[in-house]
């Protein structure tokens, strides 16, 4: 991003929080408040949805909303303050009930609310973390994660460890899962399958010399386009437990001796 002034970063900083404490800042120019800017904002996400961030452009959302490119600026700012206005607005929290059964369970709770959202809005995952929109919305989901990490009592030295496993994990599964949806609607699948027949046939020590990759056991799901979710809850188990037993270990070191009761 390019460097932003005081003034560019507060008028950014108002319209992120416009619901939450805020109000926009109104455009210098032109008419007053011609535009609404969720139904902007609205606008951009369906062209991100539809083209990516390479097809994003302020001209094509312009479009859609039957102005000029440069009748946006005076509601968004510049165009990487539009992205990140986006991102946030087309990250708002579902409401749920976590299921309290388990602190595996409610990651998982937590984990699929946010794939299914990345899973909608594929781009979401394309932005560096390096730039969080740090608004309301992208911080609601941090917050509900902290809630439950807190509620299972986990140490809290452990927490920042956690919250970047699970956000990885769970950004990851999603940008697998929009690749292999879209090799499904394509000849991808059946070029991969050609590729690795082939590979097999012309090399002939290839079982030698991966023994462990061909006898890794078929993943638990029935379609391999499901593969990415389904394998979500096993490996936030993984982590629930790390997450448990090493917060008994924490408290070990500070209270003393524990149970092995106090682990499971």
């Known amino acids: 991003m390019v460097a ?23 455009p210098r120019r032109g008419p007053r408040q011609q535009l609404d800017l969720d139904a902007l904002l609205d606008a951009a996400v369906v062209v991100a949805d539809s083209e990516g961030l390479g097809g994003l452009s302020t001209r094509a959302v312009a479009a859609r909303l039957g102005i000029s490119a440069m009748g946006l600026y005076p509601y968004v700012g510049s165009k990487d303050q539009m992205v990140a206005l986006m991102q946030d607005h087309a990250s708002a929290m579902p409401v749920w009930t976590d299921p309290e059964t388990s ?16 899973l909608s809005h594929p781009w979401l995952t394309h932005i560096p973390w390096t730039e969080a929109s740090g608004g309301p919305n992208e911080q609601d989901w941090l917050e509900r994660l902290l809630v439950i990490l807190d509620h299972w009592d986990t140490a809290g030295a452990l927490r920042a460890a956690g919250v970047t496993s699970l956000y990885a994990t769970v950004r990851a599964s999603a940008q697998t899962s929009t690749a292999y949806r879209d090799l499904a609607h394509s000849d991808g699948a059946d070029q991969w399958l ?21 006898r890794l056991e078929p993943h638990g799901a029935l379609d391999w386009q499901d593969a990415p979710r389904t394998s979500i809850p096993s490996v936030i188990d993984v982590i629930s437990q790390g997450l448990k037993a090493a917060s008994v270990s924490k408290r070990h070191e500070t209270h003393g001796s524990v149970t092995l009761t106090d682990v499971n």
């Open 4 to 26: 932003e002034s005081n003034i560019s970063v507060e008028a950014y900083v108002r319209r992120l929080w416009r619901h939450r404490g805020t109000t926009s800042p109104t």
């Open 103 to 118: 602190l595996a369970a409610d990651l998982a709770e937590w984990a699929g609310h946010l794939f299914d959202l990345y």
């Open 194 to 214: 050609k590729r690795a027949a082939t590979t097999r046939h012309l090399i002939d020590d290839y079982a030698q010399r991966y023994p462990y990759s061909l």
